[in-house]
């Protein structure tokens, strides 16, 4: 009989950098190019399919004598693979339950080292999608802050218990195109206020929140966190700055690139969005010292499910000044920026229309499992 394996297994088994399996995933050609978990081989397999003798031999060749993992969309053809290879003999099988979509929803947990005594910096990682949020907190008075809240909330709530630690206000850098924001949902639950850059009633969005302007500052006890207007992935993005320590740059400035222009303001609108994201990292983020850590809303994933600038459970972040010295983009003038903003679009993330309406409330996700299926594949918002 075959066995069964969680995401959160497998990811340990990465991360201890074990080598005596080998993982197969069975979904078609084109999923698996576009998204997989690191290390993953490709064996297509369908639902109702029989081992062929090929096949038989394509797996001992992967295998060689190791632990066979299986892994699909969400477990149905992976689980009849593993059914087949057990059938066949193959002793050391499992499938990987709930599949992608499980891998999908999986994070990481980092502490921000900084040099202020009573800040509390942590760093949520979405593993497999690269979101990355925050928690920020004074250790003095117990308040914390929650930026760019995933769907999956309680993470948010526990992390901050465990620092003792209550969530006094709920911030997002912008609407987000690529995952469904927790943000709202997260400040009812707990009765707090919600905030968003006050640009964002340009996008007509259907809820309440607390507008926060350029230069206002929130604070949880000694910590300020002050609002940078941050326009050009967005109309409303803000950066927020933490005291001297860290600038939480959301899409504005990621640790490889900027934020593209156009799921906002479409392909005939995204030269002067561009020109705004010039003028933000120009007249903004660049400006700011360059001892700072940007702590970005995303890390690149590439499509073999490796981290562009760090490792699952690694600070994705990096000094302002190393940011800045390894941006091409930087370097470039206006107009030569805009024209490589506006001509290198990559492809844009799935079903990042219905995303971007959810978060503006003017959609709704009818279930959890819609949410998963609206979010699945990794994160596009990068230029």
């Known amino acids: 009989m075959f066995g069964k394996i969680t995401a959160r297994e497998l990811a340990d088994k990465q991360d201890s950098g074990a080598d005596d399996y080998v993982l197969i995933d069975t979904r078609p050609e084109d999923s698996y190019g576009s998204w997989r978990v690191t290390g993953a081989e490709h064996l297509q397999f369908g639902s109702a399919e029989i081992l062929s003798n090929d096949q038989k031999e394509r797996v001992e060749q992967l295998a060689d004598g190791d632990e066979i993992l299986t892994i699909c969309g969400k477990g149905a053809t992976s689980t009849r693979l593993a059914s087949e290879l057990d059938a066949n003999g193959f002793e050391d099988t499992s499938v990987v339950t709930g599949g992608m979509r499980e891998w999908n929803e999986l994070y990481e947990t980092v502490e921000v080292e900084t040099a202020t005594d009573d800040l509390l910096l942590i760093q949520f990682q979405r593993r497999a999608k690269g979101c990355l949020s925050y928690l920020v907190g004074s250790k003095t008075t117990g308040e914390a802050v929650v930026v760019d809240s995933t769907r999956h909330t309680d993470q948010y ?4 218990a ?10 997002d850098t912008h609407v987000h195109a690529d995952h469904i924001s927790g943000g709202r949902d997260l400040a009812a639950r707990l009765d707090i206020p919600y905030h968003l850059g006050e ?4 996008r007509d969005p259907d809820y309440d929140f607390e507008a926060l302007k350029d230069g206002e ?4 006890g000694d910590i300020d966190i002050e609002v940078l207007a941050a326009p050009g992935h967005t109309t409303e993005m803000v950066a927020y700055r933490v005291g001297d320590e860290a600038v939480l740059t959301g899409d504005s400035l990621f640790l490889d690139s900027v934020g593209r222009t ?8 995204a030269e002067n969005g561009a020109r705004m994201q ?5 007249g903004t983020l660049l400006e700011l010292p360059e001892k700072l850590t940007v702590l970005p809303g995303h890390v690149t994933v590439e499509n073999d499910g490796t981290y562009a600038n760090a490792s699952p459970g690694e600070l994705v972040g990096a000094p302002l000044e190393e940011v800045h010295s390894r941006l091409d983009l930087a370097d470039l003038d206006e107009e030569t920026f805009v024209e490589r903003m506006v001509e290198n679009v ?14 503006r409330g003017v959609e709704r996700v009818e279930s959890d499992r819609d949410a998963t299926m609206l979010e699945t594949g990794a994160n596009n918002c990068a230029a």
Request: proline share 4%; no cysteine; glycine share 8%.
């Open 157 to 160: 709530i526990t992390t901050a």
């Open 162 to 171: 465990e620092h003792g630690m209550e969530i006094t206000h709920i911030l």
């Open 199 to 202: 640009q964002a009633t340009e």
């Open 217 to 220: 500052t929130l604070s949880v």
């Open 262 to 269: 156009e799921l906002e303001f479409g392909e005939e609108g």
């Open 278 to 282: 010039y003028e933000t990292l120009h």
């Open 346 to 359: 990559p492809a844009k993330p799935d079903n990042y229309e219905s995303v971007i309406g959810i978060n």
